[in-house]
């Protein structure tokens, strides 16, 4: 696989553990010498290479916007199949660097499962990493999602618009953190498709019923394409 991902020696990885919370859930930690990286990785019941990166906003966290989107799409989409799901909970939230640096770490694991393809989701903060995990990952991004994002730290996303790669962004109009000139902007880098959310704050609350078939069908299609 053509990927930038580093490896857990790399990442200084002192000791790891993780258990089985359901059956298509595992919560994993990894001890380094620069913090804990957690990860909650929903796993598909049959083998599959393809999965989805999911990137918290600078205060970390997994779960995502619109009532845990994150969650909801992670055990959807392994439900069906169509991807492992990866949620990162940073060492560093908003560190830029050491949280894009994770997520590709998160992503050298999927590739030792099997993982050959990847779709990275990111909100606010979180679309700045995604989007540069993206580009670190290569040809073996299939495509991104950012939700609310972030335009600082978009600027590598130039590369994504000269592959082709596939881009979503979402945003909504009454964000009072972020306003949606800020996915513009991450647009005109990217080349991607930008959709604003009518009543939609910077949680993306009021668009919470729609985004999981939404957000889900998009990446179901960039994973099965080809």
């Known amino acids: 696989m053509d990927d930038g991902s580093p490896t857990l020696a790399e990442l200084g990885v002192l000791a790891r553990q993780h258990v089985a919370v359901t059956d298509d859930l595992d919560h994993h930690e990894l001890y380094t010498w620069d913090g804990l990286l957690t990860l909650l990785w929903h796993r598909p019941v049959a083998h599959c290479d393809t999965a989805v990166l999911y990137c ?23 439900r069906d199949g169509v991807a492992h799901g990866i949620r990162v909970g940073y060492r560093a939230p908003n560190d830029l660097e050491r949280c894009v640096y994770d997520t590709l770490c998160a992503a050298g694991l999927a590739a030792e499962a099997g993982v050959r393809r990847f779709v990275v989701v990111g909100h606010s903060f979180g679309g700045a990493v995604a989007v540069q995990a993206a580009v670190g990952l290569r040809t073996a991004c299939a495509g991104v999602v950012t939700l609310a994002s972030q335009s600082a730290g978009c600027e590598p996303g130039e590369a994504l618009a000269e592959r082709s790669v596939p881009v979503l962004l979402l945003h909504g109009d009454r964000d009072a953190i972020l306003p949606p000139y800020s996915s513009q902007m991450v647009q005109l880098l990217t080349g991607g498709e930008l959709v604003v959310l009518p009543g939609s704050d910077h949680l993306l609350t009021a668009a919470a019923p729609e985004l999981p078939g939404r957000v889900g069908d998009w990446i179901t299609a960039r994973l099965t394409a080809g």
Do not use: K
């Open 56 to 78: 918290g906003g600078a205060m970390g966290g997994v779960l995502g916007p619109a009532g845990g989107l994150f969650h909801t799409l992670g055990t959807a989409l392994a």
